[in-house]
C-alpha cells in the first residue's frame, strides 16, 4: 500500500522536559523538527548523513544523529538539547568549561561535542583520557583540533570528583 506523502500525522514529543504536539509528515527528521518547528537552532545541520556529530541530542540519555533519525522514531522518548542544558540562566558546567578551555572557535560543532560528552559523563562520571576520546569519535571538529575539547571535558571531571571530595570532607 502507498503512503500519502503529504499527510501529517500527530506527534508528541518531550523535548527539554516540556511535552509538545506536532503535526509533521512522517519523513521528517528529528532535526528539521527541532530547528522549524520548536526553532532550537543550536542543533547544527551538518553533513545531513548522520557522519559529522554537529547535530546530536539526546534521546533518553543517549546521543543520536537527529539528521538521520525521524522524528516520529522520536515520540515517547525524552530528547534534550543543548539548549535544554542551561537552567534557570546558569550554563551547564560542560558549557562552561567549553568557555574556560576554548574549546571551539567557530562553534558549529560545539553543540554536539557538549552533548556527546554529557552522555558520556552521565554513564561514566570518571572517564579516562582514552575514553573522552573515543566517545567524541563521532564528532568532527575542523577548526582546533581535540586537545582544547579533551581538557574542557577532563576539567569537568576534575570538578566532579573534587565536589565528591568537598561534600564528604565536610
Given at each position: ?72 522514531e522520536a515520540e515517547g522518548y525524552e530528547i534534550l538539547t543543548i539548549e535544554g542544558l542551561t537552567k534557570e540562566g546558569t550554563l551547564h558546567p560542560l558549557q562552561k568549561a567549553f568557555i574556560e578551555h576554548h574549546a571551539f572557535q567557530c562553534g558549529f560543532c560545539t553543540p554536539g561535542m557538549i ?56
Amino acid at each position: 500500500m502507498r503512503e500519502h506523502r503529504g499527510v501529517k500525522r500527530r506527534v508528541l514529543l518531550m523535548v527539554n522536559g516540556e511535552k509538545h504536539e506536532v503535526f509533521i509528515k512522517p519523513n521528517c527528521t528529528l532535526l528539521e523538527v527541532l530547528r522549524k518547528e520548536f526553532k532550537l537552532t543550536g542543533t547544527k545541520k551538518a553533513c545531513g548523513i548522520g557522519a559529522c556529530g554537529a547535530c546530536t541530542v539526546l534521546v533518553n540519555g543517549k546521543p543520536v544523529n537527529s539528521c538521520i533519525t525521524l522524528a516520529v522514531e522520536a515520540e515517547g522518548y525524552e530528547i534534550l538539547t543543548i539548549e535544554g542544558l542551561t537552567k534557570e540562566g546558569t550554563l551547564h558546567p560542560l558549557q562552561k568549561a567549553f568557555i574556560e578551555h576554548h574549546a571551539f572557535q567557530c562553534g558549529f560543532c560545539t553543540p554536539g561535542m557538549i552533548m556527546t560528552a554529557k552522555a558520556l559523563l552521565d554513564r561514566n562520571p570518571e572517564p579516562t583520557e582514552d575514553e573522552i576520546k573515543s566517545a567524541i569519535s563521532g564528532n568532527l571538529c575542523r577548526c582546533t583540533g581535540y586537545m582544547n575539547i579533551i581538557k574542557a571535558i577532563s576539567s569537568t571531571v576534575d570538578e566532579t570528583i573534587r565536589g565528591k571530595t568537598n561534600k564528604t570532607d565536610e
